[in-house]
């Protein structure tokens, strides 16, 4: 009786810190979203759906428009977003050396 009862305990234990890890994946999810939310930003489906129709740059175009490395590595979550009226890539990246450096682009060409 005894084993069973310290099983059931460890296999609760096991339980609370399963469901601990998961709320924190699933609330930092939902985090990101808020915040994409509050800027005003373009949803993963519009962005696609954006670039699809030329309403802005594909981010390749955008990483060479700006100048940046090509042996950086973007890293998530790349926005784009509404600043002053126009939209922005905001995104990190991550250099061969190293140096993590916060971007944000334009999405769309100047008007001539």
């Known amino acids: 009786m005894r084993k069973q009862i310290t099983l059931a305990l460890e296999a609760f234990a096991i339980f609370l810190v399963f469901g601990f890890w998961l709320l924190l994946g699933v609330s930092s999810v939902f985090a990101h979203e808020e915040i994409v939310a509050q800027q005003n930003c373009l949803s ?9 129709n030329s309403s802005i740059l594909p981010l390749s175009e955008v990483l060479t428009r ?3 490395a090509k042996n950086s590595k973007v890293l998530p979550p790349i926005n784009v977003c509404y600043v002053d009226g126009e939209l ?22 100047p008007i001539s």
């Not at 995104?91 to 993590?100: C, E, I, P, R, Y």
């Open 44 to 52: 993963d489906v519009q962005i696609q759906q954006s670039v699809a």
């Open 66 to 68: 700006g100048n940046v």
């Open 88 to 109: 922005f890539y905001q995104f990190s990246v991550l250099s061969k050396n190293g140096n993590a450096q916060k971007l944000v682009l334009p999405a769309t060409l």
